[in-house]
């Protein structure tokens, strides 16, 4: 099982930005998806997870309102989309597969892990 994330980089404060999680593997679409987010010198962190359908989605307190979490079977791919983000949003953002249909908080629930994509956000 291979995650590769992208659609990190640079944004202003209160602008958009979209990251993209590619799944290899054929339980992509039998398995919840969560991303994470690791911040300088802070812990990682759990942002948002989605379950295998989609039809059930979590978020951090600081990303409600603001992250929306949706995946696309087809493509094996989940998304984080990102809006009005703030400066305090910069980190590295992880892509993580679960190791059940159910998502979950917690990082020892998820058994692959992409290689992170930075986000930066400037004010």
């Known amino acids: 099982v291979q995650l590769v994330e992208s659609g990190g980089g640079l944004v202003q404060a209160g602008g958009s930005l979209r990251l993209s999680c590619a799944a290899s593997g054929r339980t992509f679409s039998t398995s919840a998806m969560g991303w994470f987010r690791q911040a300088p010198g802070k812990d990682r962190e759990f942002v948002a997870a989605?379950?295998?359908?989609?039809?059930?989605?979590f978020y951090a307190n600081s990303a409600k309102g603001r992250f929306t979490i949706s995946r696309d079977s087809a493509r094996n791919t989940v998304y984080l989309q990102m809006d009005s983000p703030k400066p305090e949003d910069t980190a590295v953002y992880y892509c993580?597969?679960?190791?059940?249909?159910?998502?979950?908080?917690?990082?020892?629930?998820?058994?692959?892990w992409g290689q992170g994509t930075q986000v930066t956000v400037s004010s």
């Open positions: 993580a597969r679960s190791s059940s249909p159910t998502p979950a908080l917690t990082q020892s629930n998820y058994n692959y």
């Open positions: 989605i379950n295998w359908s989609g039809s059930s989605t």
